[in-house]
């Protein structure tokens, strides 16, 4: 196909509406689960992960790139600031070993 042509033109729509797709899907799927986490529970942990250095692995940045962990977690938050759930971040240990962290809590 040659570029400008009307053939041309119209699978790069049909492109465009794919990705458009998707994107939704992807959207829609982070608003259910960030809905589903905060009615079950009233504090939720996050670890922050060094997505950066997780894509240097060239089998799985595609995969953690498309995931989109950046805007799930801006759509929990802004779920949770909305129903008055905590959202706490937190480094590698916290994820890993809760109960230390619960035991400073109380």
Do not use: C, M
């Not at 759509?75 to 916290?94: D, I, Q, T, Y």
């Amino acid at each position: 196909k040659e570029i400008g042509s009307n053939n041309w033109k119209k699978a790069q729509n049909k492109i465009a509406r794919l990705h458009q797709h998707i994107a939704r899907q992807r959207e829609d799927f982070h608003y259910k689960t960030a809905h589903k986490l905060v009615k079950e529970y009233d504090l939720i942990a996050v670890e922050e992960l060094n997505i950066k250095g997780l894509a240097k692995n060239t089998k799985l940045s595609k995969s953690i790139y498309d995931v989109g962990w950046g805007a799930f977690i801006e759509k929990l938050n802004a779920v949770a600031a909305k129903r008055g759930v905590h959202v706490s971040r937190g480094e590698w240990p916290f994820a890993r070993t809760p109960s230390q962290y619960i035991t400073k809590l109380q």
